[in-house]
């Protein structure tokens, strides 16, 4: 039975981050316990993902009832295994850098609020009812503020998130409060939540609460002009800033944006329901994709250039989500862990290079690739993943895209996405070229320590591998197909070989 995984994975969150705070003047000891429960976790993940890939199972719901119409409710179904597989691998990845990190330089990680996102993001991850997700959505955003105001270098710019963060979150209670007050309380669902009202009574309502969604959302996956939030942290705080786009506070965003589309509107199957509000995300969305390619190119601080990468890569789910058929769910997934892997590495490499060796600027990587070849041959592979370029997971990703634009006829997106690519070869590639093939400027450079060095490495080899293993049955390509079945009929999905990507 699948019954106490789920919260035993939670509480080992909890009992890692009070193993933090009491162990913040024995490094030795909390690295070793904090080892200890992040090996305990990839044992709880494993037993999950193992009855999960029953046959037999469909989903297990776990709830906890407060008071009328306030049901606290977690559901373990594909999708929910399939993005907590993707958070917590990633998790272990930046645990291990934070660990390796804290070994060499003597500066402490924010352990405690880190470990206490994480476990909020668990219940995020697994909230069944716009009350227990705004509830954990909520709390995420507290425990994302803690971890800016532990950090030094961040608290300066806490405020500026929390304001962000304050105006975001109520207009969210205020789109929940009136979608509720239409339909009751009801849970998420693969055919969606509307089945019991007269949609064509309500349908300038409901246009309303989505956009109202839309706005909610916005300011943590930073659509144009609320990004600023991300900018600043980035230019204070790398690390930091993996953490809140990578695996926390953007991705619980964009899971928002998801079950919204497809689990409360059901706009699969209702597509004329919110054209007005999904225009509107499609033209965000866009307007941020290319934004931020244009402004990542005219920047020479790495951490700026890094951000606005990270910003354009938050804008292609959206666009992918916005894309209402099969081709979207398929390219939002991927790009759901496969952009994840590429922009942590990438934003691992640049920490690496700002911190243990103060390059800042692209003009300091002049011939420092012969120098650092496995630091930047990740960069490297990286690079080539975030254009798309094959046979990298960025390809695949895009592919994809590109199908669910043209499925849905928008071919003024496919222009879009061509420049998108364009601008970001131009911002990457100059990296490439300045450290591999400018003559170098530096007469000597202190080694990374490998700690810090082979978590990116991994990351980087590991985006080649899936990406030469796409069409593989174990690969994550495969695993969506399966759960694009659940909202799509068997009829609508597309078979192997038209969805098979040619590498």
Not at 76 to 105: E, F, I, N, P, Q
Not at 166 to 177: N, W
Not at 258 to 265: A, H
Not at 452 to 458: D, E, G, K, V
């Amino acid at each position: 039975m699948i019954t106490g995984w789920p919260l035993l994975l939670l509480l080992s969150y909890l009992f890692a981050a009070g193993c933090a705070a009491l162990t913040t003047q024995n490094a030795r000891l909390s690295i070793i316990l904090q080892t200890l429960i992040a090996l305990s976790q990839v044992g709880i993940v494993m037993a999950l993902l193992w009855q999960v890939s029953n046959p037999d199972f469909a989903a297990y719901d776990w709830h906890y009832h407060f008071a009328t119409g306030l049901d606290w409710l977690w559901r373990v179904d594909g999708l929910a295994m399939y993005l907590l597989v993707s958070s917590t691998s990633l998790w272990w990845v930046l645990l291990a850098y934070s660990l390796g990190s804290w070994h060499h330089t003597a500066t402490m990680p924010p352990l405690v609020s880190l470990n206490l996102s994480m476990a909020v993001m668990t219940s995020t991850l697994l909230a069944a009812n716009w009350f227990s997700f705004f509830s954990s959505y909520l709390l995420l955003s507290l425990c994302s503020f803690s971890v800016l105001q532990s950090i030094a270098s961040t608290q300066r710019f806490s405020r500026l998130f929390w304001r962000y963060s304050v105006i975001s979150d109520a207009v969210l209670l205020l789109a929940i409060i009136g979608l509720m007050s239409l339909l009751g309380v009801q849970s998420f669902a693969p055919d969606g939540m509307l089945q019991a009202i007269a949609v064509d009574e309500h349908h300038f309502a409901l246009t309303g609460i989505f956009c109202l969604f839309i706005f909610g959302f916005a300011s943590k996956v930073a659509l144009i002009p609320l990004h600023q939030w991300l900018l600043h942290n980035a230019h204070a705080n790398l690390l930091v800033l993996v953490f809140l786009v990578t695996l926390s506070l953007s991705k619980a965003a964009l899971l928002g944006l998801l079950r919204l589309i497809y689990e409360v509107y059901n706009l699969p199957d209702m597509p004329l329901l919110s054209e007005v509000a999904l225009n509107l995300l499609n033209l965000m969305a866009a307007t941020t994709l290319l934004y931020s390619a244009v402004k990542a190119l005219q920047q020479t601080l790495l951490s700026q250039r890094v951000a606005y990468l990270l910003i354009n890569q938050l804008a292609v789910i959206v666009l992918s989500i916005s894309l209402v058929n099969q081709f979207g769910l398929v390219a939002t997934l991927l790009h759901w862990s496969y952009q994840t892997l590429l922009g942590m590495s990438l934003l691992l490499c640049i920490a690496n290079l700002s911190t243990c060796l103060q390059v800042h600027s692209v003009s300091d990587l002049q011939g420092i690739g012969r120098h650092l070849p496995f630091t930047f041959g990740a960069l490297s592979v990286v690079s080539l993943g975030l254009i798309g370029i094959p046979p990298t997971i960025g390809f695949i990703g895009q592919w994809f895209l590109a199908r669910a634009v043209l499925a849905a006829g928008d071919m003024w997106l496919l222009g879009i996405l061509a420049l998108n690519s364009l601008l970001m070869a131009s911002a990457l590639l100059p990296l490439f070229y300045q450290a591999w093939f400018k003559p170098s400027q530096h007469k000597a450079l202190a080694a990374i320590p490998i700690a810090l060095s082979w978590p990116p490495f991994i990351l980087a080899s590991l985006s080649l591998l899936l990406g030469l293993l796409a069409l593989a049955p174990f690969s994550p390509l495969q695993w969506v197909q399966q759960l694009a079945t659940v909202f799509y009929s068997t009829a609508q999905v597309f078979s192997n070989t038209a969805i098979a990507v040619p590498l």
